[in-house]
């Protein structure tokens, strides 16, 4: 039987970094300067064409903003790894996102900032301080309350309220300070929407319709990450062809909102989402770029749809409970993306899970393609041995050595042939 390339529901394909299907994004293929950091091809044209129409860019300018992106977020990563505990967050600004500024809480970091390619800001507390303060509103908090995140511009936990006085009354209970706490109101909860849009469609137990997210392997088993509330580990599905196509092997929701299906073997995991008229984008990797970055995605039905990262690491409480560790975004939503509120007409948010960590948790390969591999050793070199490996999961400070080197990571990202440590300073840094 034919085969169909499968294709993730809400992808987001961009600088940004790769995310789930409804909750996040996927670098594809970048401009040319992103090219030279991560080894990723020419952005395509659809990607770039809802760039123009979703940001306001010239061509020029959306070319240019990926590769200000891509830069961005290795600068803002090695700086976070230099000021350690006195950073308090980074994010990019500018129709191109030229301009990156880094907070700390330390005036001596000032100097060093700068010299980093970033502006400086010096604010009352950091990253780790907010994240702290979330922690006690996350446990309580219900509908009237639904959003949570830290906000690095403005210094404070931001608490969304769908009802007036919901946020004071969460945070009185919580007794959680709110003068470091900034009050949003918000005019629609966010809902988990069961429809998703823009994947391959695939059906659980016959009936409900999800849509698959990134293609992935575990070994030799192909399948493919997707959605949590989609189905509970033992759930069967079938696939777009309402062919059966596998079952699902784990599902978290809520909590995180992900899970995984393995296929059975008339089904093959392919390095592609869906671009616009049905032509294959290739995934090439995995990178979580700075709150103000670009993130795309691409629906089978409204197509291309773009917007920027607002935070990372928020805290969203549905009807079923609460998911924590989602990304927040411009990204427009509607029934059929896996969470969000607003849509396409009048703007909204959408909420993204991101990929790596459902990697990570069950042990799974993204299946990339089309990347070059980098020198690398020759014909007959030996391999340079050390503790890096491909198909390995690395948060950010993780070290690593290779080549007799020591290495430590400055993004999270799914290593793979190409991006070994002396190849991607995006990556990596040698200690």
Known sequence: MPKRHARAACTALAAAGLLLAGTGGAIADS??????????????????????????LTPTQAKARLAHEAEAGAAAARLRDRLGTAFAGAWADGADAGTLTVATTRAADTAAIRAGGARAKLVGRTLADLDAARAAPDRAAGPATPVRY??????TLVVEEAEAGAAAALLAATGTDPA?????RTAGAPR?????????????????????????????????????????????????????????QASVFPGNDMAWVAANTQWTATPYVKGSGGANVQVTGSVLQPVGASVCRSGSTTGWHCGTIQQHDTSVTYPEGTISGVT??????????????????????????????????YGLTLKVGGSDPGPGPGPGDPEPGGTWKAGTVYA????????????????????QTGWEPPNVPALWQRV
């Not at 470091?180 to 949003?184: D, L, P, Y």
């Not at 969470?339 to 959408?350: I, P």
């Open 180 to 184: 470091g706490v900034t009050v949003v």
């Open 31 to 56: 401009a040319p300067a992103a090219a030279a950091t991560l080894r990723t091809a020419d952005a395509p044209p659809e990607l770039l064409a809802a760039m123009q129409r979703d940001l306001g």
């Open 150 to 155: 830290v906000d690095p511009r403005s210094n």
């Open 328 to 361: 927040r975004t411009t990204v427009c939503a509607e029934p059929g993306d896996s969470g969000g509120s607003g849509n396409c007409s009048g703007g909204g948010t959408t909420f993204f899970q991101p990929l790596n960590p459902i990697l990570s948790a």
């Open 192 to 248: 988990p929407l069961y429809d998703l849009r823009g994947g391959d469609a695939y059906y659980m137990n016959g009936s409900g319709r999800c849509s698959v997210g990134f293609p992935v392997t575990k070994g030799s088993v192909n399948g493919f990450a997707t959605a949590g509330h989609c189905g509970r580990a033992g759930t069967g599905t079938s696939g777009f062809n309402q062919v059966a196509q596998g079952s699902f």
């Open 396 to 415: 950010a400070g993780a070290t690593v050595t290779y080549g007799g080197s020591d290495y430590r990571c400055l993004q999270g990202h799914q290593a």
